[in-house]
């Protein structure tokens, strides 16, 4: 059997608690967010500030 891939995180914070697997809050504070991605204000964001598509998450 081959290694399982991950799911993307969600696009914003979904606020729940306890957080989601997928959440952009969560994965950031146990370093498992994809390169080149941030959080701010909820939302996941590129490094330069830019919001993320989800062609983007989808590669």
Do not use: F, N, Y
Not at 40 to 50: N, Q
């Amino acid at each position: 059997m081959g290694k399982k891939k991950s799911k993307p995180p969600k696009r914003e914070c979904c606020v729940s608690k306890p957080r989601c697997k997928r959440c952009p809050i969560r994965m950031l504070e146990e370093g498992t967010l994809p390169e080149g991605m941030t959080v701010k204000k909820r939302r996941l964001v590129t490094l330069d500030g830019k919001p993320v598509k989800k062609k983007h998450l989808a590669a």
